[in-house]
């Protein structure tokens, strides 16, 4: 058995745990160790780890775990289990595993797994022998595809998962056999879709400053028009590791803002977002808000200068860490490309968030004073510029706590800045669905974002408070006792 633990928070143990018989004492041993220290890197343990047990093939036991190798997670194989070294490597490039492995076959010795060689917004269907030999395809990547699997306990038989970008479905394979047979083919899906006009969503990639390049997926209006000038949003989660653009299908939300508000719906995921390799994702590390920010200012003016978007309409929005991006880039650009902005849940300042998330690519604030300083919302004056935005929150929210919240609009208040409106959910916590919050907070985000684009928040009443160092004086009071 393997055992894996991160403490501190920049080295990896692996502890091989044994247990040879009933009646014998178990014993653990650290087999090998990873520094993350030297290139800013953390450790997500998530990951699947397969024991392969000695055979006639293979006189010792070992395991299948994945590692960095020039940079990508890739799988290694270990034997003995105790190896502070591979005794191979089974996959290698500029791509990576998803997950670890998937399945072992005892009977072939195939290693199946699921990767992103073909492209880091598909994933596609492996199998590899154990001495990294022999790679086999077993999904189309002619086609673009995004595939999810669910294999039998010895791996003979395998429940492939076609998710996107069309209509998905799922088949059966026997995969000693060689044969295949349809489990679901979603007809009634497609019969509903001839029925509607569905936005067109397009992927590719930008190149910014300094050969930086960003995966996209773009939402169009109904009957786009390039000659037109449309609303932009821009959606955003950004979280480290974390992945937006992807090729499931899906009518989402962002089809609904495209189609109901003849807006371009815009997704690109920054750097500090994964599946591109440890550089990519690890120069977030002690400085959350920072690139992300900077890539998302940056993409949505490639958008504004490509000719279709009016910009003077221009909203990002985000939910969670969405929500924290959504504020940090509308205090960072202070209204120069983003007039508005929607902001759920978010976090405002990582020393009130959960510390086995935040210290995984912060540290400690003792560790790091300047990092955290430099990661709240706490420039609110950068707020002014914008035209408005909109703030939701659940007053029951276990994960992103309502103080984060309240010491945002506390600091608004200080600083007298009062183009924003506030929604709270009662007693609803972070996915907001306490009696109809659900519908209710996406009726908001849509009827908001409409009056927006419709010009309603351009002259909005704002008292001024210059010159009375942002507090109004006396005579602005009513005595509410007469």
Avoid at 230 to 235: D, E, G, M, Q
Avoid at 329 to 346: N, R
Wanted: hydrophobic letters at 35%.
């Amino acid at each position: 058995m393997i055992r894996k633990s991160a403490t501190p928070i920049d080295i990896l143990k692996i502890f091989v745990v044994t247990c040879p018989s009933s009646d014998s004492e178990m014993s653990s041993v650290v087999s090998r160790f990873e520094d993350g220290r030297g290139d800013k890197s953390w450790f997500e343990i998530s990951h699947n780890t397969i024991h392969i047990p000695k055979s006639e093939k293979r006189p010792l036991d070992g395991y299948i775990d994945m590692m960095a190798v020039d940079g990508y997670e890739h799988l290694a194989y270990f034997s003995p289990p105790n190896a502070s070294e591979p005794k191979a490597y089974l996959t290698k490039g500029e791509w990576e595993v998803v997950d670890g492995a998937a399945a072992y076959d005892f009977v072939s010795d195939k290693v199946y797994f699921v990767s992103t060689e073909k492209s880091s917004i598909e994933r596609h269907v492996y199998s590899v022998d154990l001495e990294g030999n022999s790679k086999e395809n077993l999904t189309d990547v002619s086609k673009d595809g995004w595939f999810d699997v669910s294999f039998s306990k010895g791996a003979r038989y395998l429940l492939l998962s076609y998710q996107g970008p069309c209509v998905p479905y799922q088949k059966l394979l026997d995969l000693h056999k060689g044969t295949s047979e349809d489990f679901s083919v979603n007809t009634d899906l497609r019969k509903k879709l001839d029925e509607y006009s569905v936005p067109q969503v397009r992927f590719g990639n930008i190149t910014l400053d300094d050969d930086l390049t960003l995966n996209y997926k773009e939402t169009l209006p109904l009957n786009f028009d390039l000659q037109k000038k449309y609303p932009l949003l821009f959606f955003v989660y950004g979280g480290p590791g974390s992945q937006l653009v992807q090729k499931p299908f899906s009518v989402s939300f962002s089809s609904v803002i495209a189609a109901e508000l003849d807006a371009v719906v815009v997704t690109v995921d920054g750097r500090g977002t994964g599946f591109k390799g440890k550089k990519f994702r690890n120069i977030v590390k002690d400085n959350l808000g920072y690139y992300e920010v900077l890539d998302q200012v940056a993409a949505a003016k490639h958008w504004i200068s490509l000719g279709y978007i009016d910009s003077e309409r221009t909203a990002i929005w985000g939910w969670s860490y969405g929500g924290y991006m959504t504020l940090k880039t509308l205090e960072h650009d202070q209204g120069e490309v983003f007039k508005y902005g929607m902001s759920v849940a978010p976090v405002t300042d990582w020393k009130l968030y959960d510390s086995v998330y935040t210290e995984r690519y912060m540290h400690t604030p003792e560790q790091n004073p300047a990092g955290y300083n430099n990661c709240r919302v706490g420039e609110v004056e950068g707020f002014k510029n914008a035209k408005r935005f909109l703030l939701m929150h659940g007053t029951g929210d276990d994960n992103v706590h309502f103080q984060n919240s309240m010491q945002f609009i506390d600091s608004l208040d200080v600083a007298g800045v009062e183009n924003y409106d506030m929604y709270v959910f009662p007693d609803s916590d972070h996915s907001i669905r306490w009696h109809n919050a659900g519908m209710v907070v996406y009726d908001r985000l849509f009827t908001w974002l409409k009056r927006a684009f419709d010009g309603e928040f351009e002259n909005v009443y704002s008292v001024n408070t210059a010159g009375h160092s942002g507090h109004m004086d006396d005579r602005f009071f009513i005595d509410l006792y007469g």
